[in-house]
């Protein structure tokens, strides 16, 4: 799995600090206005993320706080958008696991879809109810619906579950790099 997390900017939806600017300890660098870059939807190189630190965002028209349902997204290789890490006390917590495939958000395909048109979607005011379709591997390939309320994630658990997901995608790349030596 190519992943790399990013963090989003509350100055823009959709844009992110690559995880591979991280600091020597692997740490995210703090977000700093002008120093964040939009996602290259085209780039296989960058990888999307949902982490969700919930934060006031700046909207064109006016200032709005939105947020998300705690988890965090990357990309497979056939493009689609999967549930990388739920964050612990998460609203989706307990409903998504890591590995479901998302396929709708409030009636909006999003299968193959932008990280970007992703993030729209899944933000909104606190309190909101998004629908989530996804695609699940019980050992069968299943559809599930969840209606999850949006709720700001601890910034904490967010942070801690994102480093925790890059560090385990540094060991399982490490590995494969390591058995095919």
């Known amino acids: 799995m190519e992943w790399l997390a990013g963090i989003c900017t509350p100055q823009r939806i959709g844009c992110c600090e690559p995880k591979a600017a991280a600091d020597k300890e692997g740490q995210p660098p703090e977000s700093k206005p002008g120093h964040s870059r939009a996602l290259d939807e085209g780039n296989p190189a960058q990888r ?19 947020v998300g349902i705690g988890i965090i997204v990357a990309m497979n290789s056939e493009r689609c958008l999967y549930v990388h890490t739920v964050c612990p006390g998460a609203t989706s917590e307990g409903r998504l696991i890591a590995g479901d495939i998302l396929l709708k958000i409030d009636g909006n395909n999003v299968y193959k879809a932008p990280a970007t048109r992703v993030a729209d979607l899944l933000l909104g005011p606190p309190g909101s109810e998004v629908e989530i379709w996804v695609q699940r591997d019980i050992g069968d390939i299943v559809t599930r619906c969840f209606r999850i309320i949006r709720a700001k994630t601890d910034p904490q658990q967010a942070r801690s579950a994102m480093n925790k997901a890059y560090l385990n995608s540094m060991t399982s790349s490490n590995d494969k790099k390591a058995q095919s030596s």
């Open 48 to 66: 999307v993320t949902q982490p969700e630190r919930s934060r006031t965002l700046q909207s064109k028209s006016s200032k709005e706080e939105k």
